[in-house]
């Protein structure tokens, strides 16, 4: 059995939203899941939705995870312990995950069909080295943060495969902070790994998956027909909106190095067509809405008046 899933709190809902109308679009036949890293007190009912809790995630580890993360590392470490639920509660075998920043434009056959004969298949921020000496900045950032970006990942359940991710449970319980200088990055880094611990990990050099600002200088957009390509032969099967601020195509042009060089019409719809979808979908609504869970600040986006809040109320709970 095939299934899909993302996970977000309520601030990204918006975006897993827009995710989920691509799937039903594209691949209607496709049983598509939103874990909710968060409380949903009654913003919005939605049959997809399943709020964390109800995986029902030892509460020890559970304990562990709220303590020990911000927001974004809570919602990557979830995905193995999401995994094993959709194993072992639901039935699904074959699982493509997808980040609530990504959008679906055609049918996810390519993965389902490199899949067969694998457990894994995973997605390298780049495929074809770089040549030019302006974009080296790539390259260190790849070696840094990870060769596969773990915004998509197939898994094919098997005994072998099922004990791996046993494995990545247990370690992100500890180690999936962004902290590069300790080697963590997320969910992320630690699966440059995977291809040693499985043989039957497929490493996909599809253009069409998984197109993202960071690729964009390999692969070129067009569109026939009403359909998006890549390279004019790949079909474009999910374009990762990373760091995409909901404002305009033309303000992210200006405003992200990659976007700036590579302005084009068919990106720019992707964008204007991603953001108009987002609002429909209540991201002005949603973007605020604090996590129901006390994490950690984030130290790369927040304050220091919240990350002061959070030591002293750390530090009165100690005493």
């Given amino acids: 059995m095939k299934a899909a899933f993302t996970i977000c709190s309520l601030n990204y809902l918006s975006l897993a939203l827009t995710l989920k109308k691509s799937i ?38 559970f ?19 999401i995994i094993e639920y959709l194993d072992q509660n639901k039935g699904f075998t074959s699982l493509i995950y ?12 390519s993965v389902w069909n490199e899949l067969v004969n694998g457990e894994f298949i995973l997605t390298p921020h780049m495929i074809k080295p770089v040549d030019q000496a302006e974009l080296d900045y790539l390259t260190l950032g790849t070696i840094n943060t990870g060769v596969f970006n773990l ?4 898994i094919q359940l098997t005994d072998s495969s099922r004990k791996i991710i046993s494995w990545w449970k ?16 997320y969910d992320q880094k630690v699966m440059n790994l995977l291809p040693v611990f499985s043989d039957k990990t497929i490493i996909s050099r599809n253009f069409g998956l998984n197109v993202a600002e960071w690729n964009l200088h390999e692969r070129k957009l067009s569109k026939v027909d009403g359909n998006f390509f890549v390279n004019e032969h790949y079909p474009l099967v999910f ?64 304050s220091r008046w919240e990350i002061y809040k959070y030591k002293l109320k750390s530090w009165l709970k100690s005493k």
């Fill in 170 to 185: 247990n370690h992100l319980l500890h180690y999936g902070h962004n902290n590069i200088l300790n080697g963590e990055f």
């Fill in 151 to 154: 915004g998509f990942i197939g």
């Fill in 63 to 81: 304990k562990t995870l709220t303590e020990t993360y911000n927001i974004i590392e809570f919602n990557t470490a979830l995905k193995p312990f």
């Fill in 239 to 302: 374009f990762h909106f990373s760091g995409v601020k909901m404002t305009s195509a033309a303000e992210n042009s200006q405003n992200n190095i990659q976007f700036k060089r590579i302005q084009s019409d068919p990106l720019s719809e992707l964008l204007n067509e991603y953001i108009a979808c987002n609002i429909e979908n209540g991201f002005e609504q949603l973007k605020n809405i604090p996590c129901h869970y006390k994490l950690r600040p984030n130290i790369h986006r927040a």
């Fill in 98 to 109: 997808l980040d609530p920043d990504i959008v679906v434009y055609d049918q996810l056959d």
């Fill in 24 to 61: 039903q679009k594209t691949n209607p036949e496709l049983p598509f899941f939103i874990f909710l890293a968060d409380k949903l007190n009654g913003v919005i009912s939605d049959e997809s939705i399943i709020e964390i809790e109800d995986i029902q995630i030892p509460q020890t580890q």
